[in-house]
């Protein structure tokens, strides 16, 4: 069974700061992942997605990289800014198992001006 | 182009009713996936929808049912509401190619059921 765990839960940096988000995954067989970012009481909205024969991807100030062979993501944020606060979501598709997502429970980020 | 929409975004119900929520897909993408979000278990699948046809189906009882019409438009419903069904339901729609492409959310429409 898919697990997907995201350290830490929370977050909180000084305005500036890099930093850096972490996500698990229990079963390398994924067709790929993806990160997400929820404001409060809002849908989610689509970041970055790694298909699974990616190493990277970038989008602006946002990297996020994938190692499928230890299970491992990390979103990378630089130049952090207080507009960057929200709750980020890592979540994989399984092979054989399209449209159904398996998220994280999240990391919410604050960052303080 | 318009993005996901949910109807309504907000539901007040009363244990044993029953509620349809409503999703319109991103024009073009054929793909419509529920999903459940609360504070306790956090995102869970429910089921997707291809061309009609149910393809994927989560771990949730049967009071929860979906179905899509030919215009991928999208329904829910829950039938015999319990407490534990308040939760923000998200829908997504992909194009969805064999599980490469990237889901697209809604806003959510917030059950509160009392």
């Known amino acids: 069974k898919q697990e997907v765990t995201q350290i830490p839960a929370a977050l909180s940096v000084p305005e500036g700061e890099n930093l850096v988000l972490n996500c698990s995954f229990t079963?390398?067989?994924?067709?790929?992942l993806q990160w997400f970012r929820q404001d409060p009481g809002k849908g989610l909205t689509s970041l970055l997605l790694?298909?699974?024969?990616?190493r990277e991807q970038t989008s602006g100030r946002l990297n996020a990289s994938l190692d499928k062979s230890s299970g491992r993501s990390t979103l990378y944020i630089a130049a952090s800014q207080p507009g960057d606060s929200a709750t980020y979501l890592c979540?994989?598709?399984?092979?054989?198992?399209?449209?159904?997502?398996?998220f994280g429970k999240g990391t919410k980020l604050s960052v303080k001006p | 182009k318009a993005g996901v929409t949910q109807t309504p975004r907000y539901l007040i119900k009363t244990r044993g009713q029953q509620v349809t929520l409503s999703c319109s897909p991103i024009?073009?993408?054929?793909?419509v996936s529920w999903y459940q979000q609360t504070p306790g278990q956090g995102l869970q699948f429910l089921f997707e929808?291809?061309?009609?046809?149910?393809?994927n189906k989560g771990n949730f009882p049967g009071r929860f049912s979906g179905r899509q019409f030919s215009n991928s438009r999208s329904e829910m419903n829950v039938s015999t509401l319990e407490l534990g069904d308040s939760a923000l339901y998200l829908c997504?729609?992909?194009?969805?190619?064999?599980?490469?492409?990237?889901?697209?959310f809604g806003p959510g429409t917030r059950l509160t059921v009392l």
């Open positions: 997504a729609s992909s194009l969805a190619r064999t599980g490469v492409d990237t889901q697209y």
């Open positions: 079963d390398s067989a994924i067709y790929n």
């Open positions: 790694i298909q699974s024969s990616q």
């Open positions: 979540a994989v598709i399984r092979r054989g198992s399209q449209g159904n997502l398996i």
């Open positions: 024009s073009g993408h054929r793909s």
């Open positions: 929808y291809f061309s009609e046809t149910q393809r």
